[in-house]
């Protein structure tokens, strides 16, 4: 079946560093990818959007500066994020979806990125 | 208002036994799809079974089933023979098809929890 490959699983950086965190489609293509953040025992938020080719676009509240994606190719989306604070400490979560299959394909989620910032 | 809602935060059920899940949506859109993921500790997100808007049956697949209400809105998972390893968070989450985006609103979950 689908899978989606994110890396890294964890990922631990200093305040003021930036982090990358890739997201592949490794036996399908995907023209878009999602990305949710998800707070300690809550849901996921979808982050934004990210479109090969083009910009991401950007749920209301989420700062795009800060949060950069590059979906530079139809099996890989990146997001950076910049400046990191521990206020950005979350699970970060990637996620496509089959375009070729049946109108009623599921997401593919990739295993998430814990990404803590001291 | 929210789309999806899961008003168990929390569940506990003994080992072999069935258990709900409850799941109310909220859409307007007349074509819509409702999906059950589970996330173990470890966090991944595990596509468990989908129900389409239109579809006159309810979904199964294994020992989960889709208790699926279209007038209540309500789409509620079913797990029989509940094991030790179904233990996770459980998500509905529904897509809508009208707005033509393919990301998933997630409801807040509900952890699971199956007692030996």
């Known amino acids: 079946g689908a899978v989606v490959s994110q890396h890294p699983s964890r990922v631990i950086c200093k305040s003021g560093t930036s982090v990358k965190i890739e997201c592949r489609s490794l036996d399908f293509q995907a023209t878009t990818m999602f990305w949710y953040r998800q707070f300690p025992k809550k849901s996921l938020m979808l982050m934004a959007t990210s479109n090969e080719g083009s910009k991401a676009t950007y749920e209301q509240g989420v700062e795009k500066d800060k949060f950069l994606i590059n979906h530079a190719s139809l099996t890989l989306s990146t997001l950076t994020v910049t400046s990191a604070h521990p206020e950005d400490s979350s699970f970060y979560i990637c996620s496509a979806r089959d375009m070729t299959g049946v109108y009623n394909s599921p997401l593919h989620f990739g295993n998430g990125t814990r990404l803590t910032v001291t | 208002a929210q789309k999806i809602t899961q008003t168990q935060p929390g569940m506990f059920v003994q080992e072999k036994e069935a258990v709900t899940l409850d799941c109310t949506y909220d859409?307007?859109?007349?074509?819509?799809?409702l999906f059950w993921y589970k996330q173990p500790s470890s966090g991944e997100m595990i596509f468990l079974i989908y129900?389409?808007?239109?579809?006159?049956q309810n979904a199964t697949e294994g020992r989960y089933s889709l208790n699926f209400q279209k007038a209540r809105k309500s789409a509620n998972l079913v797990i029989s023979a509940s094991q030790l390893g179904d233990s996770a968070m459980y998500f509905c989450?529904?897509?809508?098809?009208?707005?033509?985006?393919?990301?998933?609103?997630f409801g807040t979950g509900t952890r699971l929890t199956v007692i030996p």
């Open positions: 989450a529904m897509r809508e098809t009208q707005t033509g985006a393919n990301n998933l609103f």
């Open positions: 129900q389409g808007s239109y579809d006159q």
């Open positions: 859409t307007s859109d007349p074509s819509y799809g």
